[in-house]
């Protein structure tokens, strides 16, 4: 079992950035974490994940690759979303995710893929 909590969200103007941090507690055997967000009125998405085992490669959707970069901290049990160039359709809660233990997906953004959420930060981008 493990306890997800998200943190740095907040308000900025589009072209700024915010670093969102995830703080894992307990153990678990995802084989990948991961950033979802959903807007209002829209499906949650995938939006960054990295693959926990061997060498931590990492996935992004595509509206966010060049302006966002995730990151993990094995030892602090951490995970990282660092964006940049934020726009006002980055506007979004964001929710850190981890994946069932010991199973393999085919893809990284499947959301019933992942069995551990945390309760999700706000970011607003006004333009």
């Known amino acids: 079992q493990v306890h997800l909590v998200e943190s740095g969200g907040g308000s900025v103007q589009a072209g700024g950035s915010l670093r969102l941090s995830c703080a894992a507690a307990?153990?678990?055997?995802?084989?990948?974490m991961a950033w979802f967000r959903q807007a209002p009125g829209k499906e949650r998405e995938g939006v960054a994940a990295?693959?926990?085992?061997?060498?931590?490669?990492?996935h992004y959707t595509d509206s966010v690759k060049g302006r966002f970069t995730i990151s993990r901290d094995h030892a602090k049990k951490t995970l990282d979303l660092i964006m940049t160039s934020l726009k006002p359709e980055d506007s979004a809660m964001y929710y850190c995710a981890a994946s069932r233990p010991f199973y393999y997906p085919n893809t990284w953004d499947r959301r019933d893929d992942y069995s551990f959420w945390g309760q999700g930060t706000q970011v607003t981008v006004s333009s």
């Open positions: 990295i693959y926990i085992p061997g060498s931590n490669n990492t």
């Open positions: 307990g153990y678990t055997s995802s084989v990948y």
